[in-house]
């Protein structure tokens, strides 16, 4: 489980799969950052083609009464900690 981003303004609805549909299931309420890292982490990124219809404004409003009108983006924090080995005085 990751970590989810705490961002509460500049929120939109977007799309969690471009063929999946305008019902509350494939609505993901996302910042404009976490918005692109989601196409970064993506396969099709870059591939053009149609632009799914826009959610109307009854999913939106219930996507981000879901959401805690908070963005849904969870993150990984990977720690990479190198711990020295301890050296005692002789």
């Given at each position: 489980?990751?970590?989810r981003c705490k961002v509460t303004s500049n929120l939109?609805?977007?799309?969690?799969?471009?063929?999946?549909?305008?019902?509350?299931?494939?609505?993901?309420?996302?910042?404009?950052?976490?918005?692109?890292?989601?196409?970064?982490?993506?396969?099709?990124?870059?591939?053009?083609?149609?632009?799914?219809?826009?959610?109307?404004?009854?999913?939106?409003?219930?996507?981000?009464?879901?959401?805690?009108?908070?963005?849904?983006?969870?993150?990984?924090?990977?720690?990479?900690?190198?711990?020295?080995?301890f050296s005692f005085p002789v």
């Open positions: 489980m990751g970590t939109d609805v977007y799309h969690k799969h471009p063929d999946g549909g305008n019902g509350i299931d494939n609505a993901e309420v996302l910042c404009q950052e976490c918005h692109k890292l989601t196409f970064e982490r993506q396969p099709s990124y870059g591939v053009r083609r149609k632009n799914p219809d826009p959610f109307d404004q009854e999913t939106k409003d219930e996507a981000l009464k879901n959401a805690g009108n908070q963005c849904e983006f969870e993150y990984q924090i990977k720690m990479n900690v190198t711990i020295p080995p």
